[in-house]
Antibody, heavy 123, light 108 residues
Framework: QVQLQESGPGLVKPSETLSLTCTIS????????WSWVRQSPGKGLEWIGY???????NCNPSLKSRVTMSVDTSKKQFSLKLTSVTAADTAVYYC?????????????????WGQGALVTVSS | EIVLTQSPGTLSLSPGERATLSCRAS???????LAWYQQKPGQAPRLLIY???SRATGIPDRFSGSGSGTDFTLTINRLEPEDFAVYYC?????????FGQGTKVEIK
């Protein structure tokens, strides 16, 4: 059983960088795609991207130019940075985990979710 | 990217009735990599179905998924009070993976 917990500022100013960290409990860090998904009233659920324990990543092309993800295997944490935020980035940000199954890289559904962190972009 | 369209937007039913939710894809979903999630207010989504028809661990057998290609269905037999929620489909066969906009199942 994997448990995930998001942490980070709940308020970010426009044009600044949103930073979130997800702490992992349980599970094997090399068995999952560690992911970020956000949910806003206007756009519903949106996959942001994933990072594997090796550091390889894949991001949604719509956000790729602004997203950086990293993983710290010793701390069992992974992180998201989203630069140049605007009000449109206001959302509940979830960290989530999808088990690595089969041979197709990056084809996964979400087995586990964090509780979500509301991030508001406002001055 | 693949656009998923869910219908209806809202389904008003009574406990004990059957719910039939639709998810239509703008392109063929590779390998029928289609999942369904349930979300209740203030909670994260919960995995119900993956691979179009496989139930996730611990999911009651009143939940079933079917379909292939571009048309998929989630059926909930004999609605229980705890089943009233929002349901989302997700395709993970192509990158970027995408979600439908959701169907709300509400008490009539």
């Amino acid at each position: 059983q994997v448990q995930l917990q998001e942490s980070g500022p709940g308020l970010v100013k426009p044009s600044e960088t949103l930073s979130l960290t997800c702490t992992i409990s349980g599970g094997s860090i090399n068995s999952y795609y560690w992911s970020w998904v956000r949910q806003s009233p206007g756009k519903g659920l949106e996959w942001i991207g994933y990072i594997y324990y090796s550091g390889s990543t894949n991001c949604n092309p719509s956000l790729k130019s602004r997203v950086t993800m990293s993983v710290d295997t010793s701390k069992k944490q992974f992180s998201l940075k989203l630069t140049s935020v605007t009000a449109a980035d206001t959302a509940v940000y979830y960290c989530a985990a999808g088990m690595v199954r089969g041979v197709l890289i990056g084809r996964y559904f979400f087995d586990y979710w964090g509780q979500g962190a509301l991030v508001t972009v406002s001055s | 990217e693949i656009v998923l369209t869910q219908s209806p937007g809202t389904l008003s039913l009574s406990p004990g009735e059957r719910a039939t939710l639709s998810c239509r894809a703008s392109q063929t979903v590779s390998s029928n990599y289609l999942a369904w999630y349930q979300q209740k207010p203030g909670q994260a989504p919960r995995l119900l179905i993956y691979g179009a028809s496989s139930r996730a661990t611990g999911i009651p057998d009143r939940f079933s998924g079917s379909g292939s290609g571009t048309d998929f269905t989630l059926t909930i037999n004999r609605l229980e009070p705890e089943d009233f929620a929002v349901y989302y489909c997700q395709q993970y066969g192509s990158s970027p993976q995408t979600f439908g906009q959701g169907t709300k199942v509400e008490i009539k």
